[in-house]
């Protein structure tokens, strides 16, 4: 057989019909002027259009039987793609296809009429597919809050389906009317011949178009076949959602009806018993309204300094802003000057006195916690000899020794941002959401202050990797992360807190080795939820970076700004970390921000550092100067600051344990129970921190290969799915599942629950062997 035959045999036995998610055959492509058209082998799959020489479609059929190592080997031999979502498909030529996107074009031409039309039908599908994908992934799902998420989600999914089965329905529609008109053209064409032999030709072309007209019917036949499947499945189980809504619709109504009536009860109860207010005069103060409120007995905590007037007098900050009025600080002068009252801020509508008064504050923990870990050895190293091959690449794909770890894995690492969780226990007992905001600036920049001493670089966690952290009976709350990709590294994180709040991020962090430093750039957002006040933030991380890699003392170092916004009040606080200079007179390590209504007023400034405290100050008055090459100066004119955050002292002979704090000290205290994935359960990381560096460098290396085996047998079943045409189910985490988001309306991994009941049967089967 000719290789051109070959060619054609192949394709039609890899096509399949078009409407399909994969459309495979030779074409002819407009190569130069000096080789014309050459025959390539295309393959159109998930909106991309991507072509191979000859000589590789041998190694792609290897590497679909799985004979090739990596899935990065079979796309080395691609020689261009297109993505047909933004691509224009031209066909006004005999049996040429045009397909243009980007500034490149592909001159295409088939070796009939038929192939040609059916190649069109293939591409105008997946065009309108991918465009559709790409219109999906760009919609906002709106500020609305589900009332079951779950099963809203599913529905919303399975009506997207819906509407992308009559999408394609449509595009048959259009592709049947474009065919069936040329159809009778050539049949208008067919009456009026006179020489028979153009009558042969003729006919030809008619018996092809009938061929061609038939395809796209058949492929919209089922497609309607398959919207009418879809739309039986679903429809019962639209009815159990639907009424499962209603039941909990009057469910709830039933619950608020009795807690009416209990508040009532309460009310009167209180309002008949005198002698107990008299009795205790000192307990109870009053607010603004004239309503009497018990604040708490002991009230020595260094903290509720924030909440007290003092006899200071205001002071003057300067501010730059930008021109759509979110503040953000550039430098402060504080000066003695006159004007306010200090017992303005005992009367200011913004002040609550009983935010400190935060239930079980105080309660020691019943489970002695360690205090030390064994000493960091003394090991030598030539970091050049590493490093010197890693310039430009990604951190997480650089095999490193635990020489530069610390023993303790990422999301260990991750969960000491909960170091400061009392900040967040008195901001959900907070009236006013604009002092709330700024104990969660507060919180947000708390989580940096164990970074200054901390150069080590935490374990990269394995795939399906998990950390629980259950702080229920000392601090009310439970923690669980869960490594949920490897590539690109990404975590997911969750805390439940029985004092009022619920927070939950994803975090991934892109990093670049540069030479004379290190970024890293975390990626995602944290999310805040106030259950009593329905407060939502959100917020991101700013750039870490690590300086003097190579020669000198590393010292680390956080700039940018972050942008914390209540999604339900629609107000904002604007951080700026002021990254270190030689040449600035400013504190190193600064933090400066400003706290705004929605309609951009700022109410509160503040200042400090992210490895010291964190101070705010009410604005009693402010001035709006002119606008210079940084921006507007705006000048504020504010009470004395009040004491948000401060940093706990490290423990004692911290700098011969990795200068963990002392939270950092318990991340990896063995604990019964946890989950066969949990980090403590990780053997390099034990034995690096009993300091047998030698044996945890040899586990660290079998742990990584035997992750490296497990991808690869998951890719090589992908391609033989691929190569079968069977759909292939990748990888799900086993504690969190991937959700859009209600609010931001970005795809996210969220916790869909099961840990800690398992955790209570004592039950780990479903647990993946990683170590």
């Known amino acids: 057989m000719s290789e051109q035959g070959l060619g054609s045999a192949s394709a039609s036995a890899a096509a399949p019909a078009p409407g399909s998610d994969t459309y495979k055959g030779w074409l002819f492509k407009w190569t130069n002027y000096l080789k014309g058209y050459q025959r390539r082998w295309f393959v159109l799959s998930n909106g991309l259009l991507s072509y191979y020489r000859s000589v590789d479609v041998c190694f792609m059929r290897m590497c679909a039987q799985g004979n090739c190592r990596t899935q990065a080997e079979m796309a080395h031999t691609c020689r261009g793609t297109i993505n047909l979502a933004t691509a224009h498909i031209d066909t006004e030529d005999a049996c040429n296809i ?25 591409l105008e599908l997946a065009k309108a597919k991918a465009i559709r994908m790409m219109n999906d992934q760009s919609d906002d799902s709106g500020d609305e809050e589900p009332t079951c998420q779950s099963d809203r989600s599913e529905i919303q999914g399975t009506l997207k389906i819906l509407v992308s089965k009559l999408d394609d329905l449509s595009t048959c529609n259009d592709l049947i009317a474009k065919h069936g008109a040329a159809l009778q053209r050539s049949l208008s064409e067919l009456e009026g011949l006179k020489v028979p032999v153009e009558g042969g030709e003729k006919i030809k072309a008619v018996n092809e178009r009938a061929t061609l007209f ?52 309460l009310e009167r109860a209180w309002r008949e018993a005198p002698t ?14 004239g309503n009497e409120r018990p604040l708490k007995e002991e009230a020595s905590d260094e903290d509720d300094e924030y909440f007290d007037a003092m006899e200071d007098s205001p002071t003057f900050i300067t501010v730059t802003a930008t021109e759509n009025t979110q503040h953000r600080l550039s430098q402060s002068h504080l000066s003695g000057a006159s004007g306010g009252h200090p017992n303005d801020w005992l009367h200011d509508d913004h002040v609550t006195l009983n935010c400190n008064n935060v239930p079980g504050k105080g309660l020691q923990p019943r489970r002695q916690r360690r205090t030390r870990i064994p000493h960091k050895p003394n090991y030598s190293l030539n970091l050049w000899s590493i490093m010197k091959n890693c310039i430009g690449k990604e951190l997480s794909k650089i095999p490193m020794p635990v020489n530069f770890n610390e023993p303790l894995s990422m999301l260990q690492r991750l969960t000491e941002d909960l170091e400061y969780h009392e900040l967040l226990d008195k901001a959900a007992h907070c009236d006013s959401s604009l002092e709330q905001m700024c104990l969660v600036a507060a919180f947000s920049v708390s989580s940096y202050s164990t970074t200054v001493h ?5 374990f ?25 990709s490897h590539h690109p590294p990404a975590a997911a994180h969750h805390v439940i807190s029985q004092r009022g709040w619920t927070l939950w991020q994803e975090i991934t962090i892109a990093s670049k080795f540069r030479g004379k430093y290190l970024s890293i750039m975390p990626l995602g957002a944290i999310h805040l939820h106030f259950h009593s006040s329905r407060n939502h933030y959100i917020w991101r991380k700013v750039t870490s970076t690590v300086h003097n890699i190579i020669v000198g003392k590393l010292w680390i170092d956080q700039s940018g700004d972050i942008e914390i916004v209540n999604h339900r009040t629609k107000e904002t606080c604007q951080l700026k970390f002021s990254p270190y200079s030689y040449f600035s007179r400013d504190l190193p390590r600064k933090v400066m921000g400003v706290v705004s209504d929605s309609a951009g007023q700022a ?52 700098e011969n344990m990795y200068c963990f704090s002392a939270l950092a000290l318990t991340l990896n205290e063995p604990e019964d129970g946890v989950g066969l994935t949990d980090s403590r359960l990780r053997p390099d990381q034990r034995l690096m921190e009993d300091g047998r560096w030698d044996e945890a460098n040899s586990e660290k290396q079998r742990l990584e290969e035997k992750q490296r085996a497990v991808r690869r047998r998951r890719e090589a079943e992908a391609s033989n799915a691929l190569a079968e045409g069977r759909e ?13 988001d209600p609010v931001t309306g970005e795809t996210n991994f969220v916790y869909k629950g099961g840990y800690w009941e398992a955790k209570e049967r004592h039950d780990w089967s479903m647990c993946p062997d990683i170590f």
Not at 238 to 259: F, G, P, S
Not at 614 to 638: F, L
Not at 728 to 740: G, N, Q, S, V
Request: a positive charge; glycine letters at 4%; proline letters at 4%.
């Open 460 to 484: 990269n966690p394995l795939l399906g990797e998990t950390y629980e952290l259950d702080r229920l009976e000392d601090f009310g709350y439970r923690s669980l992360c869960e490594q949920v």
């Open 214 to 265: 038939r395809i796209t019917s058949n492929a919209m036949i089922n497609a309607c076949r398959d919207f009418l499947d879809l739309a039986e499945t679903h429809s019962r189980r639209w009815q159990r959602v639907l009424q499962y809504e209603r039941e909990q619709r009057t469910h709830l109504e039933e619950t608020i009806e009795q807690l009416a009536k209990q508040h009532n009860s």
């Open 98 to 122: 045009v397909l243009s996107s980007g500034g490149r074009t592909y001159h295409l031409k088939a070796s009939t009429e038929v192939e040609r039309q059916r190649w069109v039908t293939a």
């Open 454 to 458: 901390r150069t080590a670089k935490p």
């Open 728 to 740: 292939y189910e990748d990888y799900k985490p086993l504690w969190f599942h991937r959700r859009r």
């Open 276 to 289: 107990l207010v008299s009795s205790t005069p000192s307990a109870l103060t009053t607010n603004k309204e």
């Open 603 to 654: 109410h509160y400034t503040l200042s400090g550092t992210w490895d010291d405290k964190m101070q705010s100050a009410k604005i009693i008055k402010s001035s709006r100067g002119a606008s210079g090459s940084e921006g507007r100066q705006d000048t504020y004119q504010t009470l004395s600051p009040r004491l948000l955050w401060k940093k706990y002292p490290l423990p004692e002979n911290a």
